[in-house]
Structure formats: C-alpha cells, structure tokens
C-alpha cells in the first residue's frame, strides 16, 4: 500500500534512532535538559529569531502563539481554510476565550484589502483585533507557497495598526527548499513563528514556537499549564536536531514526485489540479462530478493500493514524504491516470 495520506507518517531513519538513544537528556521542566536546549537554540537561530520552544504538537505552538498575543475577548485575523482555524477544534476560543476572524480569500493569502474590511474598530460591540495569522506553505490551498513580498506587505500594514504577526510555518521548510529563501527571510516579518520536525522531516514528534526571549519565557509558562511540561525531551529533541542537519535538503526528491503526481491529475479527464499549481509536496485535486463523491474516489484508490484523504465533498490531497520513493510515485502517477 502507498501511503499518501500526510507527511505524518514518515519514520524515523536507523541513524535518526541511533542518535535519539544515545542523547544527553535531563528534566526539561527544571530547564536541564542539554539536547533540548541545544535544538531550541538551534532552531532560533535558523528562524532568526531571539528564543524557541520545543513542544510536542504543532497545534500547541500555534495555539500558544495565538495566546502570547490575544487576551480572552479579542480576536485574530486568518484565512478560512488555514490549519489555525480549519484543523485545531477552535481551541483558541475553547482555552483562551480567543475568537477566530476568518476572511474567505481565493489562494489562501490574507492581504492588505482583506484587513482593510475586516480588521475591527475600537468600539463596545466588536471583539478586538489583534493578531493576523498566515500559513505558509499552506495546506487546504495544495501546499502552496504564499509570496514573500506580499507577505512582508501585509505584516508591515497589521504592524502600523497595532496588530502582532504569527505565522504557522509548519511546512515552511519545504518553501525554504522550493525558493532557496532561507528560513530567517520568511520568517522575519513575524513577530512569533510555529515550526514543525514531524512532518517532511521525518522525526517522531515536535515543533518549536519562536519569537522574543520575553514571549517565549511566558510561552513555556503556558506550555506547563496546558501539560506540555516533557522531562527528559531530549530523547525527542534530538531526532529533530538530526532531521534539521541531515534531512532538510531531501525535501526537494518529495516536491519532485509531487509534480510527478501532479502531472497525472492533469491528464486525467475526471480530475483537476485545484489552482493548477503544486509547489511543493501536497497535491489537492477535484473529482469530477459524474464520477463520484471525493470519498467514494478515495475508497477505488484504496483498492488499487493507494491511500489518500478526501479534504470535501469533491476534493482529495495527497502528500510526498520521505516513506515514499520515486517508483511508487510513479505507480500512482499510472494509477490516476488509467
């Protein structure tokens, strides 16, 4: 079987498990634990910016992004298909009292005329907004990547009206890979960034949060409170330390055989590349109507040995990682197009 349904389900490498056994651990709770600190100061670094977290989930690092900007009753801007707000339960209103302000765009890009309507005035009857996310590379628009200079444009017009950044980059090391922009370039307009090992990286668990010292002290108070206090962590830091030195530039073999996918969708006469584009490693394509339900389309795949997930009712992504090789990206090249 062909796994494509996300890059969640790469494992770690033999050498990966070698180095993950043989880490310097200590209590990370009590600040001791080497190969933990060792990684929050590494990924801070490539960021660029001045502190890390390490915690288990993605959606604890956007959640307590979202948190270190938002008091309960405000609110933050993000477009309607984004992970913040499609994937992770409305946790911020759940945990916080935080609410969500989506914007409907056509590509998953939140700009400057999108604000302009939505971003509230001060006034007794609205919530009051205070953060813009972005996503990038994002997932619901087909791992795309959102441009750089318009993402500066929009961080710059929130900056000058009060409003903070957060940007959820759990895939941006794939746009890092895609461009050849380096991670501290995308990341720099963004007052709190969310990085993600797990995914394309291929370690076990773990992202980081990064921003100010300041936030980020406050951010590991909070992780504590929602049980993200790990101990001896380094065990886990360390198989993302070995994913960011050794694992990064292989990215580029699963953006490869995404186009490979990619190029099939297009031949096929009951499928469409949605936005006709794939960037990076996520391919979205929409069945046609008269060839059944996204759902039923995932369930004919699954019995020719290719898994994937329906996303709606018409509309199925599949992801390349790093389990999946070239050969078995061609079969199902063979399999969407026949």
């Known amino acids: 079987m062909i796994d494509l349904r996300s890059d969640t389900l790469t494992k770690p490498t033999a050498e990966m498990r070698t180095v993950m056994a043989a880490a310097p651990v200590g209590d990370d709770v009590f600040g001791e634990d080497p190969t933990v600190r060792k990684l929050e100061e590494r990924v801070a670094e490539i960021v660029g910016k001045a502190a890390a977290l390490f915690v288990p989930t993605g959606t604890m690092g956007n959640q307590i992004g979202v948190r270190m900007h938002c008091q309960p009753g405000d609110e933050f801007l993000c477009d309607a298909e984004c992970h913040i707000y499609h994937y992770e339960q409305g946790a911020s209103a759940q945990l916080f009292g935080v609410a969500a302000h989506p914007i409907v765009t056509p590509d998953g890009l939140v ?21 813009v996310c972005l996503e990038n590379t994002h997932n ?54 969310s990085v993600c090992f797990s995914k394309g990286l291929g370690a076990p668990v773990g992202s980081a949060l990064c921003g100010p010292k300041e936030t980020i002290v406050r951010a590991r108070r909070l992780r504590k409170a929602l049980g993200g206090g790990w101990r001896q962590a380094g065990i886990l830091a360390a198989g993302a330390l070995y994913a960011l030195e050794h694992q990064l530039d292989r990215l580029a073999e699963d953006h490869a055989h995404a186009q490979l996918i990619a190029a099939a969708v297009r031949a096929a006469p009951h499928l469409s590349l949605v936005g006709d584009r794939c960037d ?6 929409e069945v046609a109507p008269n060839f059944g339900s996204a759902v039923e389309f995932v369930a004919q795949l699954k019995a020719q040995g290719v898994l994937c997930n329906a996303i709606s009712n018409r509309r199925c992504r599949m992801v390349t990682h790093l389990g999946v090789s070239r050969q078995e990206a061609q079969q199902v090249a063979a399999v969407l197009v026949g």
């Open 140 to 193: 619901r628009q087909g791992g795309r990547i959102l441009p750089l200079d318009e993402i500066k444009s929009v961080c710059e017009y929130a900056a000058a009206r009060g409003l903070a950044t957060h940007l959820d980059g759990a895939r941006l090391w794939n746009a890092v890979v895609a461009t050849g922009i380096d991670a501290e370039t995308w990341c720099a307009p963004f007052d709190t960034v």
């Open 280 to 285: 990076t490693n996520l391919v979205v394509m």
């Open 111 to 131: 700009t400057i005329a999108h604000l302009e309507d939505h971003i509230r005035p001060d006034n007794v009857h609205f919530a009051r907004s205070r953060l």
